[in-house]
């Protein structure tokens, strides 16, 4: 009995591996191809000469270039959510490497598991900052002289701990909200290009 739950547990490991690595992929393909389409499609639809031979005027409103003018400014705003959310992905691939490299090194050499809760979701004006934040640091030593630390140092290395992955959690979340924002605003970008006809 206990056999057999062992190897189902160990295929449902394998199984979600195997997604979190196909969902990631797919998720860095489309982040790729949006910010690719973007920056063509801006390539593509700029005509500088409609731009010369017409003025925006708020007394005799040209629809053509108002429209043009929004789909523009909409694929380079796409373009610039593009860039923050590929800092994003990078910062959050990091530091969830340094969680992990953190709770196998704290084991390893103080036989301590590190915190298995469910992390906490920061504020919306929280999350907009988590790129520019500075980050909890947990050496080597730390993981090494756990077992020899003063209680205050060891809910000082335990609290960072949870600090990062809450971080790790919320960049996360961040990725996801920012494709979805990115794929509205193209779409909007796209569809206003053509009211601009």
Known sequence: MTNSKNELVK????????????????????????????VGFLSFSFESEKFDSNHLTITKIDWSITFLSASLLLIVFVTLIGLILVITRLQDFKLTRQVNQIRQRMYEHSSKKLDEKTPDKYTFWKKLILNFKKYPMITMEDCKNYKNEQQKEKERIESDFRELRNIVHDLGDNTWSLTKFQTFCFALGIITYFLSF
């Open 11 to 38: 295929e449902y490991h394998e199984r979600n591996v195997r997604w979190t690595n196909k969902s990631l992929e797919q998720l860095s393909f489309y982040n790729n191809l949006l910010l690719t389409l973007s």
